[in-house]
């Protein structure tokens, strides 16, 4: 159980080996699909560039959707450790804010209402619905003495309803506007050109920034704010830095590949079985383990039903639920 803090040295083991993971998952992204290549090919195709067929399919198709894969993986798994620690809560995720809800609100408007039809366009909306829907969360979660995390959980789960419905009604009306949005609604990694990540990509590294630094202060916080501000924290301060934080990642990760759930949720929880409740250790683990879920999740995808394709937010719902069911129901869930 997380009570029992493993010994360093089998906490860097584990990161270790699950960096080894990784990178296997790397390598069988860029492999593995409607036709398979060697890595050899794969290889050739990034050193000696050609015209074949092959090499197309490799530099424009599997590897800018294996680099995605592994952005948004890393987004959405620190995010998720980091609602987390700030609701203590450890089936909390960034649907319970209202971050997906607020981004796939704000792109139907923009198909439906503002005719936007481009990826690279509605992406920046969706950015904006998270940001604004957390703004609103974070103040209805307010209080006297500041945010209650059960009181942001409950304005959270609201709003999203509230919005979820919203974008219904908008669908229904316009079902045509809304075919091409189908793909993203679904939670994708497929058909995502880099050009949509290096826009985000500097967001992203402000929000790992702004999560290393309220490790610290997270770790206090686990013991209650009165020890917390006991030791020091300024409490305010650190949940504002941790929702900016939520923001940017969930925000990122939602905009370029649509919701994806279960990852945020899932993974830090299965970080915080090996490493015990050290904030540091389970966003390291994060980083790591959520980009391996879902390019596992999205190889899976590719092969289930070749040589269709099944999106990637799908797989882990159906690989997340049975899971999560499994860790709810063990006796010793691990707390926060």
Not at 83 to 109: E, K, M, W, Y
Request: proline share 5%.
């Amino acid at each position: 159980g997380a009570a029992t803090a493993p010994e360093p040295s089998r906490r860097m083991l584990g990161l270790l080996a699950a960096v080894a993971a990784l990178l296997v998952l790397l390598v069988l992204s860029v492999t593995v699909g409607g036709t398979t290549m060697s890595p050899a090919a794969v290889w050739d195709a990034l050193v000696n560039p050609s015209d074949g067929f092959d090499q197309f399919a490799i530099r424009d198709f599997r590897l800018p959707r294996t680099i995605v894969g592994l952005v948004v993986g890393a987004a959405l798994g620190v995010s998720g450790a980091l609602i987390q620690a700030l609701t203590r809560n450890p089936l909390a995720d960034t649907g319970i804010l209202g971050v997906g809800a607020g981004s796939s609100f704000a792109v139907t408007v923009a198909v439906g209402v503002l005719g936007v039809r481009d990826i690279s366009g509605y992406m920046w909306f969706a950015y904006a619905g998270a940001l604004v829907v957390t703004v609103m969360v974070l103040a209805l979660g307010s209080t006297r003495r500041g945010q209650s995390p059960v009181l942001m959980v409950l304005a959270g789960v609201c709003v999203s309803a509230v919005l979820t419905g919203a974008s219904s009604a908008l669908t229904l009306t316009n079902p045509e506007a809304f075919d091409q949005m189908r793909g993203w609604s679904a939670g994708s990694i497929m058909g995502r050109p880099l050009e949509l990540i290096w826009p985000v990509l500097p967001l992203l590294v402000v929000a790992l920034v702004l999560a290393l630094s309220v490790t610290a202060s997270l770790n206090a916080m686990a013991l209650g704010d009165d020890v917390a501000a006991a030791q020091g924290v300024r409490l305010g301060l650190s949940r504002v830095l941790t929702v900016a934080a939520i923001t940017l990642l969930a925000g990122g990760a939602t905009a370029i590949a649509g919701p994806i759930g279960f990852v945020g949720l899932m993974v830090p929880h299965v970080a915080r079985w090996f490493v015990g409740p050290h904030q540091g250790w389970i966003f390291a683990y994060s980083i790591v383990l959520a980009p391996s879920l879902l390019l596992a999740s999205d190889i899976l995808g590719r092969v289930v039903i070749a040589p269709g394709e099944i999106p990637v937010g799908i797989v882990t719902a159906f690989v997340g639920a049975p899971v999560l069911i499994g860790l709810v129901r063990r006796k010793k869930a691990s707390g926060l």
